[in-house]
């Protein structure tokens, strides 16, 4: 697969192809690029309703030149380390926050958590993510109230009486229950339609469907999650072999 940006040719067929309703895979396909190379360029030039292959070369066009003119990283900002590339961490990130904002995140939200979730210690105060995403304590502030209120984050005092974020090991656990709640919700609302339509008519006969189906998967996610959920508590550990096998670092 190529490597590198895309070309302005190249943006003009994924207008096109969003034009035509392919889905990302099939844009992708046709220009040999990866699918996640397609979702996150039209995720962050508009959306699929809105990209606009001129506008989306000039943006890009514009963050190149700003990173070329970005001052050395100030003393709090998130630094790299173990050899990593700075550039690839940032492509990840960016694709990683594509992926929550096509999971309904807004964006700022979404590039918070991404943040937290890349960060080795878990971790962030909020000067700390200013630094990092360049944006104002604001919309920092908005973001993390949304985030602590989803259960996804919580926030703890350091010794310096800073406020930190954290990210735990149980967010995707609390994260699939919450989902499982809302599952349990729609399937009661579903069933109060039942008897208020009328129990022969189709559209009950519909809702009652939906609750059937709604309460299956609710229940199966919780089994799941309840069965799984040591395995966000596993790390690796080197055996004999040099391979690594899974242990629990939960007490």
């Given amino acids: 697969m190529p490597g590198g940006r895309l070309t302005q040719q190249e943006r003009q067929q994924i207008a096109l192809g969003l034009a035509d309703s392919l889905a990302y895979a099939e844009i992708a396909r046709c220009l040999d690029r990866p699918t996640s190379t397609i979702t996150r360029e039209v995720m962050r030039n508009g959306g699929p309703t809105a990209y606009r292959a001129d506008l989306a070369h000039r943006a890009t066009e514009r963050r190149a030149h700003r990173r070329k003119h970005t001052p050395p990283r100030e003393q709090g900002a998130p630094a790299q ?4 590339d700075d550039e690839a961490v940032r492509e990840y990130e960016e694709a990683f ?8 995140l807004p964006k700022m939200t979404a590039r918070v958590l991404t943040c937290l979730f890349i960060t080795d210690a878990g971790s962030l105060t909020a000067s700390e993510l200013v630094q990092h995403l360049q944006v104002s304590p604001a919309s920092i502030s908005k973001a993390i109230t949304f985030l602590e209120d989803q259960g996804l984050i919580r926030r703890e005092r350091d010794e310096g009486r800073r406020e930190r974020y954290i990210v735990d090991n149980d967010v995707w656990y609390q994260s699939m229950i919450a989902s499982a709640r809302s599952n349990a919700q729609l399937a009661e609302t579903a069933r109060q339609g039942v008897s208020i339509l009328g129990p022969d ?3 009950a006969a519909r809702l009652e469907n939906i609750a059937r189906f709604v309460d299956f998967v609710g229940e199966s996610i919780t089994r799941a999650a309840e069965q799984a959920r040591e395995i966000l508590y596993t790390k690796a550990e080197a055996t004999s072999g040099g391979t690594a096998t899974p242990s629990s670092d939960r007490g």
Avoid: I, K, V
Avoid at 97 to 103: F, G, K, R, V, Y
């Fill in 81 to 84: 380390g173990h050899g990593r």
């Fill in 201 to 203: 008519t189709p559209a």
């Fill in 97 to 104: 926050t594509t992926l929550l904002m096509q999971q309904g």
